[in-house]
């Protein structure tokens, strides 16, 4: 077993697959012998060749586009977006094609398509490079939404997404990339794509994250477990399909529940945990539900940035709020 | 100053308005036998719409887009096809789906609000009907690389219209499809009309085809009118591309010589007249008057034909009618292959709750 | 003061601010001569000319992004997307620019523009004509979303978005496009883009909904009265920003709340809405709230439309539900 | 077969590689006086590129995008500009920005991740930096509209690279532009690299410029290296512009001298000997060559020169090393003109808990 790093772990991933499966291709922008921006694709076009590691002219459309004409003609596809802020021009082909090439077709045809894409802020990247576009594809009918949170996770995740006959979504925090590493065994061990993963367990507040702030969460989680606050802590990994089941079950012994999200609070995924709740767990909440979120505001350049990110202050400060509600 | 660049576009018509030629012809067009199945399949195409329009106006069917006037585009391209390549058609183009094998019953029921009128019993691999402009044709660049890639001997085949040529999709998949070379072939269907744009105000440019310029691959324009001209210059960029020299561009200028849709009323922007003055230069009675020069083609032949189309398209229309609605489970049918458990209460709400309204028609 | 319906309200609107400051211009596919495929336009460039009434190229991207530019150099474009599927191509420049142009430059420059689009199911429309992308926009800070739900508030918001000097997604449900007239006075008043209305009082439950369903709410709304159950029904109309202190005062008083919307469940609105309840109004709640939305689908085709929709069965069902958790 | 449309794509270019004329040259070039800012802009643009990498490298600035090689293009741009007129740049053109002026701590404090380095106290009407590829272009467009709308004599002058040319929005926005008449000008700066993209992958076509035909537009091909073709052609395009006639496409060719960005690392896919040899074309040694054949130019005036830019250059970067980080409530101003109610608890609680980490430059 090798220690990576979830750049590493991604790479990992995708050369098992190409390995694997000689029906996945790669395509999007420096992603051949440049091995992409963020090095991803690091060494997968000299092994696997230029005809299916696909540097491919500079249109975000043209390539979700292309990739869906691929799919639907039996190819895997695995196209990346760049950086965060250029996945905009793909939705029309996302939603009005990929999502439901099967379901339009009657499953004649299908989109068996993965986009990856970085997302998120706090690597003082330009800007349009910080962006948290997971509940706008969360919303999409037809679809797959990924955010990995570790190493081993991404490897796992990666290769469900590939092997999935449906189109995923796979943002990468990029904060992440490099932050840590992990044990991760090129097994070719896919994870579920439908669970939580529920990374600590406790009994007083359930904290619900996903992507780079699961690693504000634990944190807090530690800072909490020091003042005698025992929280769990669920990645939520897969945002669509949704396992409100986990979170359901956790929030039903601990009665409390801190939601935590990078992107713009209003209308971001935390919302639809938080209504579940309000729905399904209502009589089990002991308190209000507490979301820490990204503010509605842009998300700023670099000197502001961390202004902007929740913080573990933050998530530590919505769960002793959570708890005065007692 | 140096010049780096020189390029030109050809117009290419092999028929006058009527029927007469003007050209030496190429070698099927001096074939009856290759030429009698186009013209029945315009025929075919003109009795449908008429149809498909009637049963919409009498609440049966839903929104139709007619090819009117339009058919030697669809069927001369269809006609260059191997059933081996595969069609990446707009809303308008079913004049090439009924020659690749989709059924005029499947059309209808598409039309008529039913998605299974997209599961093709026939053509396996052509790509449903694209109603979001211009987004098939990058869908049609990707098809091809996936040939290419497995050096399969195919050939995607996408049509669009002028409107669409202004869309984005269109020069980004011109320009990956010849980065590529892939084995692709885009026909613009110049009808001359985007719902009430008229060509003029799409685009600046004097011709459609030298789009192809920006992307670096050869652009033609050909009468659309024309089925030979159409049917020729298709068949030379199929080949081209088949034999791996990349794509091509065909611009077919023709008129759209009906509303845009049933839902269009084309007398509130454009000149009854002018449209009038377009029939003159129509496509099926141009080969019709060819196939009579040649001695192929006479008043019975052509009685019995449209007997045989209309009893072709009624019973269509009977077996769309008689298909029964699909259920409402039908709505998570193949939204997954495998329907998430997440969804699994909606699919029960949806089958219990079903209101009795809707499940028509159109 | 004239009978007007949905779709006449949006063109008098249009017309009496077009006439008022020669800055509006409108742009967009076949809304000169040919008044719009709906006749939002219709006989506003005869009036006003090609110049201001501008039929563009088939291009959504390019009316999104000529728009913007228009903007920052001081003209008050309303661009239209013809029908609601094809506004997707636009969500490149309306997030990237349009909704952070001022942000970006610190006020130097700014985007007054609004985006009208048609929006919803239920007119037997061909496929991808009956979308609902109103949560979509509503995550994206810096913009403003409006859906009117009558005539009157159509002219009145319309007014009010085309004056607001930040971009504006102005979504008309075309289903109430010609439903009914309503009298309507063309005195340029503007109605407020930061409230919502309260179109009916009561003491048992709270319905909130917004456009289309708007129309079913009240008709629920009617059956419950019926039944001796006395809905109070809240129409969002600007859903960003929202106006959450109306929501929370009425569900703190009635304790129960059902909200309906059309868009799919998952990440919709209506989890915004639900989330500030599990949050702010915890302790009112009587009874977990609902939420009656479209399916998680794809919008079938016209066939299957209605099953899709709420309906008011589907509403009243509801409300009956929370009346149960008391 | 008709011909029905003839194309042709010229390129020019004035001063060959060591600063000889290969032409008779414009009037203004054969003015020292008219060359000499030119001149002097191209070295306070290299000048400031040095130090910007520098502060870069030394964690004083974020990722930084520098013109080396390609000064001449937005230098004699933006010469042919008049201040009515306005700038829709990408990330790399500070050559222009700097021009038009913009300071250059204004350019020091958005690279270095500050937003008020948008709000020029300078050319108020100039576009901020558009980091998403291509889409200024149609930003430019609707620029040029509001100026014809309002017959202001003003005209809308964009820059974008050579992989910007793939992107739909280039396309699209020419066409708006063209159809419209509009006063648009249109740069390509071809540095032949997207990143790691050679220009031979991002296109098949054999020129960037006869992508213009595709518009119904004029396109033409200048030697980017050499100031007086670029300059002379952007005159001719704005003064076209300016008077009706229309957009223009400016390909000039030209080369990336440097990486990418400061977080690229180009020897992982170019050749750093075909780089060397790109020096021998370079834009700032061809002018000055030029100079001082004219006898305009010589080693006491470049000392003077450099020593000006230096001390220009430290000025501003003082300046902007002076500036204080903005507050946290800065990301809520600007957001909306007026800050609706609803996100006034956020405001507050961002200045109350505003976290000590962050807020350092780049
Ligand atoms: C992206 C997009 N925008 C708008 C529409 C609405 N619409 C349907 S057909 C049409 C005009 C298309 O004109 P053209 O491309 O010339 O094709 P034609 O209908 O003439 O065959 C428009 C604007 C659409 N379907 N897709
Ligand atoms: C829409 C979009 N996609 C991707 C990127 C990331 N990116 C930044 S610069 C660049 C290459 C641009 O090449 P070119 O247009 O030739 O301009 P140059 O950098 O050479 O000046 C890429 C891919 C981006 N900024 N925008
Ligand atoms: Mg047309
Ligand atoms: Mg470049």
Redesign the pocket.
Known sequence: MAELNLIEAINHALAHELARDPAVVLLGEDIGINGGVFRATAGLQQRFGAARIVDTPLAETAIAGTAIGMAAMGLKPVAEIQFSGFIYPTF?HVINHASRLRHRTRGRLSCPLVLRSPCGAGIHAPEHHSESPEALFAHVPGLRVVIPSSPSRAYGLLLAAIRDPDPVIFLEPTRLYRLFKQEVADDGEALPLDVCFTLRSGSDVTLVSWGAMVHETQTAADTLAQQGIMAEVIDVATLKPLDMGTILESVGRTGRCVIVHEAARTGGFGAEIAANLAEEGLYTLLAPVQRVTGYDTVVPLARLEYQYLPSVERIVAAVHKTLEGA | MTIIGRFQIDYTRFLDPRGEATQPLPDFALDPEKLIPLYRAMVLTRTFDTKAIALQRTGKLGTF?SALG?EAIGVGVAAAMGAEDVLVP???DHAAQLMRGVTMAESLLYWGGDERGSDFAGPRDDFPIC?????QVCHAAGAAYAFQLRQEARVAVCF??????S?GDFYEALNFGAVWKAPLVVVV???Q???S?PRSM?SAAQTLAQKAIAAGIEGCQVDGNDIVAVHHAARQAIEKARSGGGPSLIEALSY?LGD??TADDASRYRDPEVVQEHWTFEPVVRLRNYLVQLNAWDPQREEQLVRECNEAVNAAVETYLATPPPTPGAMFDHLYRTLPAALHEQRDMALRLAPQQGGGHG
Chains 1, 3 share one sequence.
């Open positions: 029309d | 887009a339009q707009s809303y308008r109603v979001p402009i211009a987004t669009l219209g002028d409107g669409g040529t869309k269907n110049n009808n009309w985007a719902i744009v799409q759209r845009h849709t």
